[in-house]
């Protein structure tokens, strides 16, 4: 008997992702027989779902809106994910939250001295200040157009990070004091600026947007480095392969180089 290892995304609305692309051209260069697929489901009928979906797949992705509605269906959720609330891969019935190591590694090797500006108070804000927290950075300035969701997060962050909230408003003053500026918000997903002007005693400037986004472009121009959200993607994509035991380097890096 042939057994095909099936692995998805459980998603709504449907669409093609990036990982669907990819993941697939892997399992054909590693010989591995498998499939990943989407897996589209209205959440007025994920209670019903859900159950058949975690018996019948090998490995999942669970994007927005299903990320927390999936803790109460599995055995265990790992301790990042249940603080932040939030799952995106799952093994054996496990949840795992993986979006905070694809920043932590994509990061890794950069120097996080001064002064760190981060802007948002998304879940992908949540994911960064673990990541971030990780590394070691014990303070941080957070800025988010609803001042209360910043509140929010520097109370989820007590003792972990120390967390100085300020007003949208403050933005464009509060760079010239940062030396590196995070973007965790959508802004610049269908090319809108920020509204704040860059400078050249930044030393970083990452932003979580995948596309070539007006801040990257504007940083770039300043000769600042700039990691944007295709170096995160990268590296949670292989701690999913990692989490699934199907991780082969080579072979994912030759794939990923020539999507
Ligand atoms: P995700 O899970 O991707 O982080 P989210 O939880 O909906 O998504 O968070 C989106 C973030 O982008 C929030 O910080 C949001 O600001 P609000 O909390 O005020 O909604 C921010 N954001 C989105 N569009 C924005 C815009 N046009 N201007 C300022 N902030 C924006």
Redesign the pocket.
Known sequence: MIVILRLGIIQYPKKISLSEKIFNEYFKKTNIDAIYEGININPKDFEFKIKDILNNYYGLNVT?PFKEMVFKYLDYANESAVFLGAINTIHNNIGYNTDWIGFYNSILNEKLDGNILV???????KAVLYGLYKLGVDKITLI???YE?AIKIKKLFYKKIDIKVLE?SKLNSEINNANIFIN????GMFN?KIPIKLHDNLNLVYDVIYFHTPLQKESESLGIKTINGENMWYHQAIQNLKIWNIYDENIFEKVYNNI
């Open positions: 927005v802007l948002g108070a998304g879940g992908t804000t988010n157009r609803t969701k949208f965790t918000t959508s802004i809108e």
